[in-house]
């Protein structure tokens, strides 16, 4: 069965100051590893795919990296406006490219001005 | 491009009661999911079509849940009766290939 275990549960940052957070996911065999960010009261909004071992992806202030075992999301120079629920999740490669994915419980990122 | 759209927006309920969610994926998304995302978790896939057929729904409780997609497009998730632990957010998904795109859920309070 898929795992996925995120952490710290919550973090708190002043604006600026650069952080990461991470994404540790067990898999048979990794289709995909998918961040989304989640604002209070709404679904969650795509951010990147990551497919392979060594693969990065960058957004404005967010860089996401992929080893074989944990993913990361680091965050540079972080605005209020950043702040929100990072969620992560993996796709299998078993079931094919419209497979399900296995959701962590998600980090809730709180900047301060 | 519109998102996915979903209906209502809120629900509260009396335990036992009946519950139906509405859902209209992105237009040409052949499918589509219905997670569960309670408080402080993160979703969990409770339904999956592909097209009208049903892919993966291994998670549904299927004593009180029933989904179905008529035509291959919109999508009904329907609870019957409801118990307090089925509060949550239920969160409706399309894809076209294997990137996801959530509607804005509906959140459910069963009292």
């Known amino acids: 069965e898929d795992q996925v275990t995120q952490s710290p549960e919550a973090l708190r940052l002043q604006e600026g100051e650069s952080s990461s957070l991470n994404c540790s996911y067990t898999?048979?065999?990794?289709?995909?590893l998918f961040w989304y960010r989640q604002d209070p009261g709404k679904g969650p909004e795509f951010l990147f795919t990551?497919?392979?071992a060594g693969e990065e992806k960058e957004k404005e202030r967010l860089k996401a990296t992929l080893t074989k075992k944990e993913s990361f999301l680091h965050i540079t120079a972080p605005k209020p406006e950043d702040s929100a629920t990072y969620l992560c999740?993996?796709?299998?490669?078993?079931?094919?490219?419209?497979?399900?994915?296995?959701f962590g419980k998600g980090i809730t990122l709180s900047v301060r001005p | 491009e519109a998102g996915v759209a979903q209906s209502p927006r809120y629900k509260i309920i009396e335990k036992r009661q009946s519950v139906a969610f509405w859902c209209n994926p992105i237009?040409?998304?052949?499918?589509l999911y219905w997670y569960q995302q309670i408080l402080g978790q993160g979703p969990k896939l409770l339904i999956q079509?592909?097209?009208?057929?049903?892919?993966?729904d291994s998670q549904l409780p299927k004593d009180r849940f029933s989904a179905e997609r008529l035509k291959g497009v919109d999508s009904t998730l329907k609870i019957q009766p409801a118990k307090l632990e089925d509060s949550a957010v239920y969160l409706c998904?399309?894809?076209?290939?294997?990137?996801?795109?959530f509607g804005p859920g509906t959140r459910l309070l069963v009292l």
């Open positions: 898999v048979s065999g990794l289709r995909g």
């Open positions: 998904a399309s894809s076209q290939e294997e990137t996801q795109y």
């Open positions: 999740a993996v796709q299998g490669r078993y079931a094919g490219a419209n497979s399900k994915l296995t």
């Open positions: 079509f592909q097209n009208n057929g049903v892919v993966d």
């Open positions: 990551l497919y392979s």
């Open positions: 237009s040409g998304h052949a499918t």
